[in-house]
T-cell receptor, first 111, second 116 residues
Framework: QKEVEQNSGPLSVPEGAIASLNCTYSDRGSQSFFWYRQYSGKSPELIMSIYSNGDKEDGRFTAQLNKASQYVSLLIRDSQPSDSATYLCAPMNTGFQKLVFGTGTRLLVSP | NAGVTQTPKFQVLKTGQSMTLQCAQDMNHNSMYWYRQDPGMGLRLIYYSASEGTTDKGEVPNGYNVSRLNKREFSLRLESAAPSQTSVYFC???????????????FGAGSRLTVL
């Protein structure tokens, strides 16, 4: 079992729709969770972090965390073509105190 | 506004050659990291330096060495390059190390290495 599982996609959504990106993790000790966005040929950049169960909203982005289910998700409302990128889920592995990245979900938003 | 600077951006090596990837950050960050990214494998940690003067192995350290030269600089050396080391390498830094909100990574632009 991989430490972090993400559907590789591509996830295709029309412009204006809600994109839902999911991530499961195996380390029950993970306490901090990060979502990074990576455009093709570019480096990852942080878009969201979440530390507590529940929802955290930042503009069009909402991160959702359920530690009991070992599940974290990212919702993108009113998706734009500029949101087309790969989204990397990264739980903080408290056992080794370093980030473990998922392989990412590729999102395509069509005009 | 440089952030994290990596050099070179592209490099082609022959099997057995050596090279060093350089990384420097100007954000006064304590922690620095080297990742490699391969298709279908995601980002994998090679080595990290939690603070100046310390380095530790990550998930895939074999075939690599690192040096934390000072607080700003963290280099990655391939002593005898192999085709399996063909990858995109990212250097990153963070203000702090560990499960805190300060452990947000800022990445460099990446270095694409091809080993023939």
């Amino acid at each position: 079992q991989k430490e972090v599982e993400q559907n590789s996609g591509p996830l295709s959504v029309p412009e204006g729709a809600i994109a839902s990106l999911n991530c499961t993790y195996s380390d029950r000790g993970s306490q901090s969770f990060f979502w990074y966005r990576q455009y093709s040929g570019k480096s990852p950049e942080l878009i969201m972090s979440i530390y507590s169960n529940g929802d955290k909203e930042d503009g069009r982005f909402t991160a959702q965390l359920n530690k009991a289910s070992q599940y974290v998700s990212l919702l993108i409302r009113d998706s734009q073509p500029s949101d087309s990128a790969t989204y990397l889920c990264a739980p903080m592995n408290t056992g080794f105190q370093k980030l473990v990245f998922g392989t990412g979900t590729r999102l395509l938003v069509s005009p | 506004n440089a952030g994290v600077t990596q050099t070179p951006k592209f490099q082609v090596l022959k099997t057995g050659q050596s090279m060093t990837l350089q990384c420097a950050q100007d954000m006064n960050h304590n922690s620095m990291y080297w990742y490699r990214q391969d298709p279908g494998m995601g980002l994998r940690l090679i080595y990290y330096s939690a603070s100046e003067g310390t380095t530790d192995k990550g998930e895939v350290p074999n075939g690599y060495n690192v040096s934390r030269l000072n607080k700003r600089e963290f280099s990655l050396r391939l002593e005898s390059a192999a085709p399996s080391q063909t990858s995109v390498y990212f250097c990153a830094s963070s203000a702090a190390y560990g499960p805190t909100g300060a452990n947000v990574l800022t990445f460099g632009a990446g270095s694409r290495l091809t080993v023939l």
